[in-house]
Every structure is written in structure tokens, then in C-alpha cells.
């Protein structure tokens, strides 16, 4: 059941070739099953076929395709350059990012589509990933959790009963700056709460941090409560750090 595991997702962004994916995971292949952990690839889309290709059950643990983004447009038709949700079923996704910072920093995007986005995944049977986290400004202005809970408004009156979250700390992400266990202790138990209002008792939550999770400070950042797991960026190119990490998730 992946809502009692501790997740392990690498975020590839913008970063792969055919060759190096291809290696990577053969090897992650090869990892001993490790039951508790739920472990995940998000290659950039071109990819994702040959990701779930090289994916295969091993012993009781899957690993599982994750995908970075998802058309708007729930339907297929005159969308060029899109790719629907439909589709990423199609070639074996299981989990879609939504609302990645990079996504509303590069793309504008913004609550309003990234709630269509959440339904057109939900509507062909996938787990939708949101991602939240203020800025350095919003941080320092004391207003962090007034954006996270704008943030997470988007899954107020959704049909479903499981919520994954990934709380991401836009001042964190790729610069090598972790925030404290006290910060990720504080907001964690603060997204829990919201989602436990937002959208009932019998929810299931899996809140994970990102933001320059590495093989030194994982164990620790997986010891603050409430942390069920991270959405790892950099290091999750990186066989032995990826490893580490999941590792120190077991
Ligand atoms: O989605 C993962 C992420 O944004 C964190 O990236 O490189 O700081 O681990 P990184």
C-alpha cells in the first residue's frame, strides 16, 4: 500500500538521453526489493516510454513512471505539442507532477490550470503529484503558509480520497539550501491539516519534501515527522546518491 510507504521519487527535469537512461535504469533495476519504499522515475516525456520499457517488477517492488506534466485539454484533437493524460496511461505513467514551481515560473501557470490538469488525470485513473512551496519573498514576509494553502485550495471538492503533495520550498530548489527540520516539521503538519480539512477525515496524505534532498541530508530530512518521503531533483541523476536516498527511506 503506497500510503503507508515512504516515497522516493527523482525528478529528472529537463535531463536524459537515451543512452544514460537507459543505464541508470538498468542498475536502479537491481536494487534490492525494498517494501516500504515507493520508488519513482520521472524522465522528461520523450522519455517516458522508454522508462516504463526498462521499468519491471522487481520481486514485490515496482518502480513506479511518473510523468513532469500533463495537457490542460482533457480530450484528444487540434492541440499540437500537447500530450494528454490518456496518453501518459497509455505508455505506463502511474504518477503526473502538478504545478512543479518551474512549471508557474516559466509557464505562468497558476491554480486554475493546474486544477484542470489534476482532473483529467484523475479522470483516467492516475495519481496526480501537486507540488507547492512559497517563495524566498513570501518566506521572508511570514506569509508561507498562506501560499501553500492557496495552493493547495485546488483540491477543495475533488472526487478522490488520495492526495500526494510534494512541499518544495522555491528557495530550496537547486540551490543547495535545505530548509530547517523545524521549517519542514512546521509546514508538513500544516498541509496535513489543510488537506484533512479541505477534503475529509478519510484521506489518504503523502506529503513529500523537495528542495536539494542529497545523499548526506536525506536520513535526517526523513526523520522529521510528517516527512513520507522526497521528490528529489539533482541527485536523483546520480546512481549512487539515488540510491542513498532510498536507502535512508528504508
Ligand atoms: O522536483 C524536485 C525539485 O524541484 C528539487 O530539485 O535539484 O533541488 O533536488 P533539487
Sequence with gaps: NIWQQ????????????????????????????????????????????????????????????????????????????????????????????????????????????????????????????????ESLKEREDGREKEAVAYQLSVFKGLKTQNFAVAYEPVWAIGTGKVATKEQIADMHAFIYNEILSLCGNDANIRVLYGGSVNDTNAAEIFSVPHVDGALVGGASLKYDAFTAIIQAAQ
Design 6 to 133: 515512504k516515497w522516493v521519487i527523482g525528478n529528472w527535469k529537463m535531463n536524459g538521453q537515451l543512452h544514460n537512461n537507459n543505464n541508470l535504469v538498468h542498475k536502479l533495476r537491481q536494487l534490492p526489493a525494498a517494501s516500504n519504499v515507493c520508488i519513482g522515475i520521472t524522465p522528461p516525456t520523450v522519455y517516458l516510454l522508454q522508462v516504463h520499457n526498462a521499468v519491471q517488477i522487481v520481486l514485490d517492488n515496482k518502480i513506479h513512471v511518473c510523468a513532469q506534466d500533463v495537457s490542460r485539454f482533457p480530450d484528444k484533437g487540434a492541440y499540437t505539442g500537447e500530450v494528454s493524460a490518456e496518453m501518459m496511461r497509455d505508455v505506463g505513467v502511474d504518477i503526473v507532477l502538478i504545478g512543479h514551481s518551474e512549471r508557474s515560473l516559466y509557464f505562468n501557470e497558476k491554480n486554475d490550470v493546474q486544477r484542470l490538469k489534476i482532473e483529467n488525470v484523475l479522470n483516467v485513473g492516475l495519481l496526480p503529484l501537486l507540488c507547492v512551496g
